[in-house]
């Protein structure tokens, strides 16, 4: 499981809305603790609120089962992570050399396997028109994952373009290496750098040669997406005119980062409205930032 989408981890108060984490909060004190002397009429009082909320927040609770127990009963059984498996799935069934296919491949499995918490295809064209579009020399990525908006950046460049890709769990990184060497991108075109991103910024000037990133995809932790923003800046590494763009603005949400973006008066900012993949009805958006430069 990947440490940077705090979404995914095993806790309830992130896989569903606040309002349904207070009334399992508040079931768990008043009923579950005294169901031993609570009368059947009280305990069948609960039952339109139990109904009303599995019915009213469907989708989270399908989400929390997929994203959270199928995902951890596999990884016991199998002694590999999702993000493993995935790899497995794609070397036996994805065309190497191919990054269309590769993607392809992983939509697949996410949708007929096991759910991947990917970008997804929606949100990819949303960001290979944006790549395609901004033509960036150098771009960014602060949460690698699997590799898969990896590929879509990567394969988005314009010719001598050149991804540098971040990300902070060292196994997560290997999976993501090697589907980034499946496709057929070597290290002069994306390089993947191990590490928290709050410490590999600093240095990308002085040990990565990066100078400016004409784009960046935030894609790691929401709530390290105001921090990491404020650092780029700090290190002179966003030209006027880069293009910053944010996943997962609205789920699980980054409500700081949006406020900083819209009110600092350094950015012209626009939402790009979109569904969790697999899960339309859970409502996300993709922040896109133009920067104009400093003061």
């Given at each position: 499981m990947d440490k940077d989408r705090p979404w995914q981890q095993n806790t309830l108060p992130v896989a569903l809305p606040s309002f349904v984490c207070a009334c399992v909060c508040l079931l768990n004190r008043s009923v579950v603790a005294q169901v031993g002397t609570m009368s059947p009429a009280i305990a069948l009082a609960f039952l339109?609120?139990?109904?009303?909320?599995?019915?009213?927040y469907r989708h989270y609770f399908r989400l929390l089962v997929?994203?959270?127990?199928l995902r951890s009963l596999r990884d016991c059984l199998s002694g590999l992570r999702m993000e493993e498996r995935a790899f497995s799935y794609v070397l036996t069934h994805a065309l190497p050399g191919d990054p269309g296919h590769i993607l392809t491949t992983l939509d697949h499995w996410s949708s007929h396997c096991e759910y991947l918490s990917h970008m997804g295809p929606a949100k990819g064209q949303i960001l290979m028109r944006l790549v395609e579009e901004k033509a960036p020399a150098s771009a960014l990525e602060l949460g690698t994952y699997c590799g898969y908006s990896t590929l879509l950046i990567a394969r988005a460049l314009p010719p001598g373009g050149r991804l540098l890709t971040v990300e902070r769990d060292?196994?997560?990184?290997?999976?993501?290496?090697?589907?980034?060497r499946l496709a057929g991108f070597d290290e002069h075109t994306v390089e993947l750098i191990v590490g928290r991103s709050e410490e590999v910024i600093p240095r990308l000037r002085t040990q990565y040669q990066l100078s400016r990133a004409?784009?960046?995809?935030?894609?790691?932790?929401?709530?390290c997406y105001l921090r990491d923003l404020q650092l780029l800046e700090g290190h002179a590494l966003l030209p006027a005119g880069a293009t910053v763009l944010a996943d997962h603005v609205l789920f699980p949400g980054a409500p700081r980062f949006l406020q900083y973006a819209k009110s600092c008066g350094r950015y012209r900012c626009r939402l790009h409205h979109t569904g969790l993949p697999d899960f339309p009805a859970i409502k996300d958006g993709i922040a896109q930032l133009t920067y104009a430069g400093p003061g």
């Amino acid at each position: 499981m990947d440490k940077d989408r705090p979404w995914q981890q095993n806790t309830l108060p992130v896989a569903l809305p606040s309002f349904v984490c207070a009334c399992v909060c508040l079931l768990n004190r008043s009923v579950v603790a005294q169901v031993g002397t609570m009368s059947p009429a009280i305990a069948l009082a609960f039952l339109p609120l139990v109904v009303t909320l599995l019915v009213r927040y469907r989708h989270y609770f399908r989400l929390l089962v997929r994203t959270v127990l199928l995902r951890s009963l596999r990884d016991c059984l199998s002694g590999l992570r999702m993000e493993e498996r995935a790899f497995s799935y794609v070397l036996t069934h994805a065309l190497p050399g191919d990054p269309g296919h590769i993607l392809t491949t992983l939509d697949h499995w996410s949708s007929h396997c096991e759910y991947l918490s990917h970008m997804g295809p929606a949100k990819g064209q949303i960001l290979m028109r944006l790549v395609e579009e901004k033509a960036p020399a150098s771009a960014l990525e602060l949460g690698t994952y699997c590799g898969y908006s990896t590929l879509l950046i990567a394969r988005a460049l314009p010719p001598g373009g050149r991804l540098l890709t971040v990300e902070r769990d060292p196994r997560t990184a290997a999976v993501a290496e090697k589907l980034i060497r499946l496709a057929g991108f070597d290290e002069h075109t994306v390089e993947l750098i191990v590490g928290r991103s709050e410490e590999v910024i600093p240095r990308l000037r002085t040990q990565y040669q990066l100078s400016r990133a004409d784009l960046v995809l935030l894609a790691h932790r929401p709530r390290c997406y105001l921090r990491d923003l404020q650092l780029l800046e700090g290190h002179a590494l966003l030209p006027a005119g880069a293009t910053v763009l944010a996943d997962h603005v609205l789920f699980p949400g980054a409500p700081r980062f949006l406020q900083y973006a819209k009110s600092c008066g350094r950015y012209r900012c626009r939402l790009h409205h979109t569904g969790l993949p697999d899960f339309p009805a859970i409502k996300d958006g993709i922040a896109q930032l133009t920067y104009a430069g400093p003061g």
